[in-house]
């Protein structure tokens, strides 16, 4: 009974096509390190944390209490969303949930009875606005909150007023 012969080894052809393959990485290798150098940042999606309504965010907070943003793309900026007072053009405040150089077992943690939060890690108390814990700034356009999470705007791109 006649048995196929299976695929010839061509030493050649394997070759040529190890070189091309190697060219190839090394041409994708040289564009990306040219990418690289010409940002030393990069922003992935918005640079605000944004689109949220005012008037419905202060009435969910005055029910509910603040709210915690955890950071899902790599932990490190957990924020706080606290409104105070009973105007949703005014009052609002965002802060990081703990102290740099901190794990996440040490977010501060909201108490509704003392209306303050607290460091599980340092008992730490702070009060209701966050002072205390690195701030991050909010603005108010129109009826829109912007919460400006990488600092890149001012006061006065923004029409009149701010939290």
């Known amino acids: 009974m006649p048995v196929a ?3 010839k080894f061509d030493l050649r052809s394997a070759l040529i096509f190890g070189g091309v393959a190697v060219v190839a990485a090394l041409v994708i ?3 990306a390190i040219r990418l690289g150098q010409q940002s030393n940042t990069l922003v992935l999606g918005d640079p605000n944390f944004g689109q949220i309504q005012a008037v419905r965010m202060s009435e969910s907070i005055a029910t509910d209490g603040p709210v915690l943003w955890p950071d899902i793309a790599n932990g490190t900026r957990d924020i706080w ?3 105070i007072g009973d105007d949703p053009g005014e009052g609002w405040f965002a802060f990081d949930a703990r102290l740099p150089g ?5 977010n501060v943690t909201w108490s509704i009875a003392q209306r303050t939060f ?3 890690c340092t008992d730490e ?5 966050g002072e ?5 700034p909010v603005f108010i356009d129109e009826t829109t909150l912007i919460i400006d999470i990488n600092g ?3 006061e006065d791109e923004f029409a009149g007023f701010t939290g």
């Open 132 to 136: 205390g814990l690195p701030q991050i």
């Open 5 to 7: 012969k299976g695929p």
């Open 152 to 154: 890149v705007h001012t």
């Open 102 to 106: 901190v794990g996440r077992e040490c």
């Open 29 to 31: 290798g040289f564009f």
């Open 81 to 83: 969303l606290q409104h």
């Open 125 to 129: 108390v702070y009060p209701e606005d």
């Open 118 to 120: 607290t460091d599980p």
